[in-house]
């Protein structure tokens, strides 16, 4: 993955999420990355994945980098920032163009990737990701890379993941008030997945689920690449709300109890086992039994992998995700998810927790962590792939600033034809 001209760059992860934000500081290493620091505060500012406070939002994310900052003893200026919430949308597309010099070039893959982003947008919204997920060369499909293949015309299909605009520069805004530079806006999911999935489950089909403090964010790999992404607006924090209604504590007991005694799956709980349940408003706290308190976790965390399988199966991709699923985010950490995931989901489910990368990996070693690594990890690749741009034109998968892609869609709007299938059209009447 590293370039010998990106060995020794410094690479930080932002994650802004509903309870916490995370900064990560990652150093690019000839053989992976190593973790230097790490940084992660409490965040009130956000809602559902979409910041609601900029002031709120602004005080932790400048906490999370001093902390990171201090532990990883390197300055930060540019950061890789995560974006979620249930504005996030994705769509498939394709594009064609014809090959340049008779061989797919990386010039050939990028113009053609350009073709695929080239649908109508609505004004308020933005693309985030064209993620490729084959190409096809004349009349050969399923081709992952087509660089150095002979042929005429290069198709490729696309997902394309777009953002509302204004929730992408909300997250800009508030990282360019800390004084830092934003790199790049990378899905959040999309992300986690770069943390913890291996490329065999990618290749065999997988779901990447992150349930975090405000969202569950979902991404489906199959035949290597991104079939699907969604974002479904509830989270850990709904569970906390329950129990704080059901047992009738404060927020804060809720969580804390939540996290100590709370049980996704009643059966698992023994009949005898109680638990202290502090009172509101200066109320004595009272014994209750644990059954109680998973009675209410229950239902909840049953809807929230109700509303996955029906994601999945509306995706159309439930038969092709062998690999099953793979759970990132706080939530996930909750006794008994897997084992309610999997009878749900009807397939395996385990705990995905970052890896590829090494320094002090023990501050990072949670499902919680996987997005602040992951975008640690993306922002890698992307320099990597950069210094391998400067080298040759080109790369994969594309990369764009946010504000880079709010340009390039103005300015793109008028030079290419509005439909890849009147491109299409044009091709097969030109060969
Ligand atoms: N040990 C635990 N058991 C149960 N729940 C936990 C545990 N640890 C954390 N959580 C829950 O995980 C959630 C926070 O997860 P995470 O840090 O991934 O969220 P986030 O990234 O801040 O939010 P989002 O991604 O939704 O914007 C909270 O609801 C918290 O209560
Ligand atoms: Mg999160």
Redesign the pocket.
């Known amino acids: 993955m590293s370039t010998s001209a990106s060995q020794g760059e410094i690479v930080v992860g932002l994650?802004i999420?509903?309870?916490?934000v995370?900064a990560v500081v990652g150093e690019i290493a000839e053989d992976g990355i190593t973790i230097l620091g790490v940084g992660s505060v409490p965040?009130r500012g956000?809602r559902?994945?979409i910041v609601s406070n900029i002031d709120w939002t602004v005080r932790s994310i400048k906490d999370a980098i001093e902390a990171a900052q201090t532990m990883a003893g390197v300055e930060i200026r540019t950061v890789y920032a995560g974006v979620?919430g249930s504005h996030i949308r994705s769509q498939s597309s394709d594009g064609v163009a014809a090959i340049a010099g008779g061989e797919v070039t990386r010039a050939d893959v990028e113009r053609v990737l350009e073709g695929a982003r080239a649908i109508p947008v609505d004004a308020d919204r933005q693309i985030l990701h064209v993620l490729p997920r084959e190409y096809v060369v004349d009349i050969q499909d399923g081709i992952r890379d087509p660089i150095g293949m002979s042929g005429v015309r290069l198709g490729a299909k696309v997902n394309l993941v777009t953002a509302a605009t204004s929730c992408v520069q909300n997250v800009i805004r508030c990282a360019e008030r800390c004084g830092l530079v934003v790199a790049d806006v990378v899905l959040?999911p999309l992300a986690s997945a770069e943390a913890v999935l291996s490329d065999d489950e990618r290749e065999i089909g997988v779901a990447v689920v992150?349930?975090?403090?405000?969202?569950t964010?979902i991404l489906i790999y199959v035949d290597g690449g991104i079939a699907h992404a969604s974002v479904i607006p509830v989270?850990?924090?709904n569970?906390?709300n329950d129990i704080a209604a059901g047992l009738r504590t404060p927020m804060a007991e809720a969580?804390r109890l939540?996290?100590l005694c709370?049980c996704a799956l009643g059966r698992m709980v023994a009949e005898d086992e109680d638990i202290e349940v502090p009172g509101v408003g200066g109320q004595k706290p009272r014994r209750t039994p644990r059954r109680v308190l998973s009675d209410i976790i229950e239902p909840r965390v049953e809807e929230i992998f109700a509303v996955v399988r029906k994601r999945i199966e509306d995706s159309g991709l439930l038969e092709q995700i062998s690999a099953g699923v793979v759970l990132?985010?706080?939530?996930v950490?909750?006794?008994g998810t897997t084992e309610l995931a999997e009878e749900i989901l009807g397939m395996p489910v385990r705990i995905g927790f970052p890896t590829g990368v090494r320094g002090i990996t023990q501050l990072v070693h949670g499902?919680?962590y996987a997005?602040g690594v992951g975008l640690v990890k993306y922002g890698a690749q992307a320099i990597a792939d950069g210094h391998a741009r400067a080298a040759a034109p080109a790369h994969s998968m594309m990369r764009m600033t946010a504000a880079a892609v709010k340009k390039s869609d103005e300015e793109r709007s008028d030079e290419l034809p509005k439909s890849s299938s009147k491109l299409w059209e044009w091709l097969k009447a030109a060969f």
């Open positions: 994650d999420g509903t309870t916490k995370c965040c956000l559902k994945g979620a959040e992150d349930i975090g403090g405000g969202t964010d989270g850990g924090n569970i906390t969580d939540k996290r709370g990132t985010g706080g939530a950490l909750l006794e499902p919680q997005t």
